[in-house]
């Protein structure tokens, strides 16, 4: 017997899994500039390199972004 997908679980999953993303891309971000970021912009570019990539590393593309 097969079980229907719930899209409630999977929409919270994902939901679960792009905070987790974004919290490891800014907090990476916090530890490279010392504290000193415009957090807003920085969750906000978190936000959309997730939405570009969720299966890519967060703490790499942080570490590239903040190097650029």
Not at 24 to 29: G, T
Not at 47 to 65: C, F, G, K, N, T
């Amino acid at each position: 017997m097969t079980t229907e997908p719930n899209p409630e679980f999977d929409e919270q999953r994902i939901n679960e899994k792009r905070a987790a993303w974004c919290q490891a891309y800014v907090h990476v971000w916090s530890d490279l500039s010392g504290g000193v970021y415009d957090k807003e912009a920085v969750e906000k570019a978190a936000y959309e390199h997730w939405q570009r990539s969720p299966q890519s590393d967060p703490v790499q593309i942080a570490a590239i972004e903040f190097t650029k």
